[in-house]
């Protein structure tokens, strides 16, 4: 059978990633790795997730084992509503879907909203999971200018003159570039969104993860003070997850919206998998109440926050002059900027000869730059490796920089 002649036309926009199959090479023990999106997995509440799956069996082992309904298990959604109301929105647990991981949040979010042709418009760079994610409705995604505050928004406003079909922002701690939107650009923001009435997806998979100053307010309920109201009927469709606070493992995600906009999504992820996990739903429930995730969140904002500090400590020691980088306030990356002839795809392969390896910038971006950029994960790394690994960097840079790879 001729399979490649039988593949949907969409399917052209998808693609295997070279980067990924010289990332595998990172599994062997001796590579340090910067490249994944990993929490410390030391720190994984094991314990605690073992009792919840005990409490989960032994109280409810036949629910927990049956199939349940797609919208979630009503405890989590209440439990999710409660935690992200506050004095601007009050979210009622309907307005919570219970996703597999928040990727399908975004995966949902595309097949009820994209079509071809639709102009997106992003931060660059941007998350490489929604760019391919949504890569296959044949978009024409439009990039906005970013600094170290975010998405700018003077260069923002004649974008959205262009009809737009949405925005998709990480506001905290970006993924890849470690950025975040003040809070007088979100300010901002959500006036333009009323003015020109365009929607805004807001994933925020890290703002809890705060190591500098203090959590970013949402776009999301900033949104609902601007129009005046305390539902979340305005413009943002909200994600989250608990990957990057609790476990990526148990693949438990949400999407926080307006009541047509949930029940588009439920019907989509009735067709996608009929509903999330019902036993990681329970365990999840069972491990995040009672106040456990607030101190779990707590202490990996220490553990990670020494490791923000001891890799920026010796990328400033260890890296040549002519390179610099982001300076996060907080979440798992920075973003790494080499001089502009320094190609970092081709000197992924050098680095894993050199047993280190980290992300090329290249993809992230959506206007064909950033290819003498890289992303490091600071999180599933100990301090000792990471100066190890950030030596081994600065080495291979010093030595790019006077001779490129080609
Ligand atoms: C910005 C962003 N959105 C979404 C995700 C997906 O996370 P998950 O599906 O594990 O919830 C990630 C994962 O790295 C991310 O960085």
Known sequence: MQWDQRFAVRTAHMKRSTIREILKLTAQPDVISFAGGLPAPEFFPIQRVQQAVDVALSERGQAALQYSTTEGMPELREWIAARLSNEQITIHP????????????????GRV??????RIIVENPTYLGMITAWRPYGLDYVPVPTDADGLLIDALEPLLERNPKLLYVVPSFQNPGGFTLSVERRERLVKLLAQYGVPLVEDNPYGELCYTGKPRPSIFGLDARNLGITTPDGHVIYVGTFSKVLSPGLRIGYVVASLPVIDKLVQAK????????????????????????????AHLCEVYRERRDVMLAAMAHYFPPGVTWSKPDGGLFLLVTAPPHVDT??????????????????DFHVDGGGQNTFRLNFSNAN????????QRLGDLLKDAIVQPVH
């Open 345 to 362: 795809t081709l000197l992924l392969a050098e680095a894993v000869e050199r047993k280190v390896a980290f992300v090329p910038g290249a």
């Open 270 to 297: 009735q067709s996608a998998d009929l509903h999330t996990s019902t036993l990681d739903q329970f365990i999840t429930y069972e491990v995040a109440r009672d106040g456990f995730l607030e101190q779990h969140v």
């Open 383 to 390: 301090p000792e490796l990471i100066e190890a690994g950030i």
């Open 94 to 109: 309907d307005n919570v879907l219970i996703t597999t991981g928040s990727q399908q949040g975004l995966d949902l979010i």
């Open 113 to 118: 909203l994209l079509d071809e042709g639709d």
